[in-house]
């Protein structure tokens, strides 16, 4: 099996995971897996739908293995934050999120993230700052989508 | 409510609050296809078991807030309303229907004396299906609008910025619908269209304070409206535009729409009173419109299930108002030829 192959696994993975049909999606990503461990992308991928549905301290563990492969995976930080949310280890997850923006200054949902976890924690100062960041984002991010649609 | 989106804590309240309020659930689904206005699925309106609120994929964090936020109000509306009364639609009727397409058929000629070149008859039929449904698929959704944005605005003061954003986005899209038909549909008609959804944004920029909507300014996009207030940037937008003829309409209109609004409290105990309240507001509202624009044997209220009814019935009572209106000039294979069914 070649990395090619691998990749085409994450990718038709991917495609399942984008039209929230998750079982179908974690079949490919453990395919990837078993034929090669030492893939970030498919353990962030993996991670990804575990919190998808549900399943966060399985999320972690796989963000976990992603960033032992790649230290500057900010992604699978944002994903952490994610499902560290989800669980409300929020100090955990203001962690994450700002290891990720440290890597990824431009991650909309890390901002959001760290937000509404700042909100949570009654750092209301700093979550209206992570706030602003991350609308800024999203707002350039939907602006870019119009634009798409209308070219289509 | 279970999901496991990121949500701010303002939002997570306000589902729970409407949850709690209406004895129900609120389901959130992404979904890349999704209107960017999003869309309410409820129990009120269509045949199904629980309520979804669905947005596009891509509005993660605030916009997706604003969207859910938005529609916990309409769902409120609607809610009490089927609880404490009945929940009603502007539905319309083959009668109805004839009605209003013959309404616009006679000002369409009005018109037409006056134009050196004439529209052709398939083209004018056309006009008369698409005319008649967008104002009843606008008389639906605008009166609420301003209701529910000032709503979200006094109960959700986090999410302001981004409501900025989307009434700027609202607005220029509002502008520019029936834009492709403008030179075949009646005068009046176009600028009533306007007029609608230049007193919504008036009533908009007066209602919320500017200095709390002030533009994002970081955004490269938004930085054209640096130093411009709320108001300023929504009446400088009607008033240096070919739309400017709306105004009179629109102020008129604009009155209307505050005669009602101004009797609300914003702040008042969220509870099924209050939001059946606010539909019976929206309701006179918009029996006001339609009798200012002549409109009123246009439209009937009637329930979601009669309005659903009555648009998969649509094809058929347009045939029957055409056929009153031009006689044997319609028959059924142009007809369904023109529809593109033959």
């Known amino acids: 099996m070649t990395s090619k192959e691998v990749d085409a696994l994450v990718k038709k993975g991917r495609s399942y995971a984008i039209r929230t049909r998750f079982k179908e999606a974690m079949a490919y990503y453990e395919k990837a897996l078993s034929l090669d461990p030492a893939n970030p992308e498919a353990w962030y991928l993996r991670a990804a739908v575990f919190v998808e549905t549900g399943r966060n301290a399985e999320a972690i563990r796989d963000c976990e293995r992603a960033i032992a492969l790649n230290q500057n995976y900010s992604e699978a930080w944002s994903k952490k934050g994610h499902a560290l949310y989800n669980l409300e280890r929020f100090e955990d997850a203001v962690f994450a999120c700002t290891r990720a923006l440290g890597l990824n200054g431009n991650d909309a949902s890390a901002w959001y993230i760290k937000g509404v976890c700042l909100d949570e924690l009654g750092r209301n100062d700093e979550a209206q700052v992570a706030y602003g960041k991350s609308l800024e984002l999203e707002i350039i991010l939907d602006m870019e989508a119009e634009k798409r649609k209308a070219g289509r | 409510m279970k999901t496991e989106m990121p949500l701010s804590k303002p939002i997570r309240l306000f589902i729970r609050q409407t949850e709690e309020i209406l004895d129900t659930d609120v389901s959130l689904l992404r979904n890349p296809e999704a209107d960017p206005n999003g869309t309410l699925v409820d129990i009120y309106t269509y045949n199904v078991e629980k309520n979804i609120i669905v947005f596009p994929a891509h509005y993660m964090g605030l916009l997706k807030d604003f969207i859910i936020a938005k529609h916990c109000v309409r769902l409120l509306i609607k809610g009490a309303a089927a609880k404490k009364s009945r929940y009603l639609v502007c539905s319309f009727t083959g009668d109805s229907v004839y009605k209003g397409m013959h309404q616009i058929y006679i000002d369409a000629l009005k018109d037409e004396a006056k134009k050196e070149k004439k529209l052709p008859v398939q083209k004018l039929i056309r ?216």
């Open chain 2, 127 to 342: 006009m008369l299906n698409i005319l008649y449904t967008n104002f009843n698929e606008d008389l639906n959704e605008l009166p609420w609008n301003p209701i529910t944005n000032a709503s979200v605005y006094h109960r959700m003061p986090k999410i302001r910025k981004t409501q900025l954003y989307y009434l700027m986005k609202e607005g220029k899209k509002d502008m520019d619908e029936m834009m492709e038909f403008e030179d075949i549909i009646p005068r009046r008609y176009f600028v009533l269209n306007k007029a609608m959804f230049y007193a919504r944004d008036l009533y908009l920029a007066k209602t919320l304070p500017a200095d709390e909507l002030m533009p994002v300014l970081n955004i490269p996009q938004m930085k054209k409206f640096n130093h411009l207030e709320v108001k300023e940037m929504l009446t400088t937008r009607w008033t240096h535009t070919s739309w400017y003829q709306s105004k009179v309409f629109g102020d008129n209109m604009l009155e209307i729409m505050e005669k009602y609004l101004q009797k609300i409290d914003w702040n008042g105990e969220p509870g099924l009173d209050y939001f059946h309240d606010l539909y019976q507001i929206g309701v006179n509202m918009t029996n006001h419109f339609t009798s200012y624009m002549s409109m009123k044997s246009w439209f009937v209220w009637e329930t979601p299930k009669h309005l659903q009814e009555a648009r998969e019935k649509k094809k058929e009572y347009e045939f029957e108002a055409l056929k009153k209106i031009f006689g044997d000039l319609i028959d059924r294979s142009s007809f369904d030829e023109e529809r593109g069914e033959s």
